[in-house]
């Protein structure tokens, strides 16, 4: 493959997204990469073949099946070795994304410090490979279920940049405004390109999170979400939602609760954030 490369995960494909959605939305995703100018290569884990660029046959049956496991840091080798076949998570991704040299991916929102966190210690995986990975990754904030302060705190603490797009305020992923304000921020694709490119110069090997709000006409205000968010939280807890199975559970509540705006929403921002990655893969090729 030549030219700018974008990395996409494949998690939203298999558990992320209810169908049709997947499928459709995983296609426009790349459609949206392609007319940025780079190429698209969504990542995932066929019985035990890591496969960088999947086909639009490979994402189909990824989409389909029921046996596909959600790939993280800890369980990708054994996904591998046991050829089962795998969805790579934002931390899943990036670790294929670096490795083939892409130093680009667009997800939807990154996981973080979840609620509770103080008791549980349920801290996603993405916040570590953020700053292991050397990688742009381009996202509409952590999702708005988690503990967005303590989420912004650990990133700072781990030393990766958090660059708001055109924004200087930490979007809530369905919503474009939190009350959080952010230290840097971007206005144009070139300029993520020589921040980032000038951060590594310097010799720092963290990634580097660029947080695109949700286009304007598709947002959930979060005054509305947040008793979509209250209600799937506690419904979670009394029925002993726990580990891999809260996001997706927490995600499909909100998406009925809200009538599905916030799956419009969800749609909306992946496209948007794939055009943008896009744009940056090629200011950083230039």
């Not at 300029?191 to 951060?199: D, G, K, N, Q």
């Amino acid at each position: 493959m030549n030219g700018p490369r974008v990395a996409l995960e494949s998690t939203v494909i298999a558990h992320g997204l209810p169908a049709p959605h997947n499928l459709e939305t995983a296609r426009a995703c790349e459609t949206e990469v392609r007319a940025a100018g780079a190429l698209p290569a969504t990542i995932g884990i066929l019985a035990g073949r890591p496969v960088i660029g999947l086909s639009e046959a490979e994402v189909a049956e990824l989409a389909s099946r029921q046996d596909v496991a959600k790939v993280n840091l800890a369980n990708l080798a054994h996904v591998i070795a046991a050829e089962k076949w795998g969805a790579t998570t934002v931390a899943g991704t990036l670790h294929l994304a670096q490795a083939a040299g892409i130093r680009v991916f667009a997800t939807g929102g990154i996981g973080g410090v979840h609620r509770g966190a103080g008791d549980s210690f349920d801290i996603s995986a993405d916040l570590q490979a953020l700053a292991r990975y050397p990688v742009v990754t381009v996202c509409a904030g952590a999702k708005a279920i988690l503990d967005l302060p303590k989420t912004l705190e650990v990133l700072e603490t781990l030393g990766v940049p958090v660059v708001g797009y055109q924004t200087s305020e930490l979007p809530a992923f369905y919503s474009r405004t939190s009350g959080l304000p952010l230290d840097l921020r971007a206005d144009s694709a070139a300029e993520i390109a020589r921040l980032a490119a000038t951060h590594w110069q310097l010799g720092f090997t963290t990634g580097v999170l660029v947080v695109n709000p949700v286009p304007q006409a598709d947002e959930v205000p979060a005054a509305e979400i947040k008793d979509a968010i209250e209600e799937a939280l506690l419904t979670a807890a009394a029925q002993g939602v726990s580990g891999k199975a809260v996001t997706p559970f927490l995600l499909a509540r909100i998406a009925a609760r809200t009538e599905g705006r916030a799956l419009r929403a969800n749609i909306s921002l992946l496209r948007n954030n794939a055009r943008l990655a896009g744009e940056i893969a090629c200011a950083l090729a230039a």
